[in-house]
């Protein structure tokens, strides 16, 4: 029986890293299409040449390129995406192209050739502030452009979906921990580093709510949502734990814990004003979903891999904002 072919865009990130190895070993063709932005094609050492995989450097805004490679495929998920409030407001434009304009591509090229289910990659942080639990119902309240280009490309997938294009929008917590295409620019792995290197946890504000979510937990989700599409024709997860609900605060106390000879100092400059806690229960109810990892495990971790091997938390492959600074 011949494999189902699947589509990740984006698939040398963050994310799409973890969850290539994960449909691989559940016997999908991964058709993985990236254009390498942040000169990350190691993330895929392990899959050039893999006879269930089909790497595609190319950028999502070049259909010409890409289209053919949606023929005969059941199901897409969106990962690419410029992320992280910097990295796009350093060049709202481009963000505005890739975030907006190439979803309404990945999604229009998917419909035409009959893709079944569509899954979408967007974030909690489109909650913004909240004084009060927020569900998938909760109004949206966008504090960066980051954040305004994932509400938009929502709303238009919802235009979108039929009972033939179905759409599931993942709304993921905030990510953390070790992954093929490591970032240090997300709050726990960069307090961890700093910790290590720096001998120093700076906290801003502190007071806080941020939920987090395992990176590897994230690529496991999507694969839980990937195999049991549910029967909606456009559906929205806010995807993580209600007990991974945690103040920054919180979390410098943890990685102080485990790195006791670092200083905790909070600052009240630079405040992010982003304040959320997420209730999760639809998805945990939908796909009797359970975590591998807790925030403490995680940061053990990375602190581990930063204490055996040196790395320079700082070069600009590790951080989005940097990366796509330099190249402007």
Request: net charge positive.
């Amino acid at each position: 029986m011949q494999n189902k072919r699947i589509i990740i865009t984006g698939g040398a990130g963050y994310i799409g890293s973890l969850l290539i190895p994960k449909l691989v070993k559940e016997d999908y063709h991964v058709i993985i299409i990236d254009n390498f932005t942040y000169k990350n094609k190691s993330a895929l050492t392990q899959f050039v040449n893999h006879p269930n995989t089909t790497i595609v450097a190319e950028n999502i805004l070049n259909i010409s390129k890409i289209k053919r490679f949606f023929k005969g495929v059941d199901t897409v998920v969106h990962l690419a995406a410029i992320v992280g409030d910097q990295a796009c407001d350093s060049n709202q434009k481009k963000a505005g192209k890739v975030n907006i304009d190439g979803t309404n591509i990945i999604a229009d090229v998917s419909r035409k050739n009959n893709v079944k289910h569509f899954v979408y990659s967007s974030s909690c942080s489109i909650y913004g502030a909240s004084q009060y639990a927020i569900d998938e119902y909760s109004p949206l309240n966008p504090l960066s452009y980051y954040a305004q280009t994932k509400i938009k490309a929502e709303n238009n997938l919802s235009q979108l979906a039929d009972n033939t294009f179905k759409v599931t929008s993942v709304r993921f917590a905030t990510l953390f921990g070790l992954s093929s295409r490591m970032r240090f620019d997300l709050v726990v792995n960069l307090l961890a580093a700093k910790a290590i290197y720096e001998k120093k946890i700076t906290i801003f504000g502190g007071h806080q709510w941020r939920p987090f979510l395992h990176v590897d937990d994230a690529a496991s989700a999507l694969l839980q949502i990937v195999k049991n599409p549910f029967n909606k024709k456009f559906n929205i997860y806010n995807v993580g734990t209600n007990e991974g609900n945690f103040t920054l605060n919180c979390v410098g106390d943890i990685i102080n814990s485990l790195v006791p000879n670092a200083t905790k100092v909070i600052s009240k400059t630079k405040l992010d004003n982003r304040n959320y806690r997420v209730d999760f229960s639809k998805f945990i109810r939908d796909y009797s979903f359970l975590t591998k990892w807790n925030l403490e495990d995680g940061i053990q971790d990375v602190i581990s891999v930063l204490e055996s091997s040196n790395i320079d938390y700082k070069n600009k492959q590790y951080h989005n904002y940097n990366f796509i600074k330099s190249i402007k």
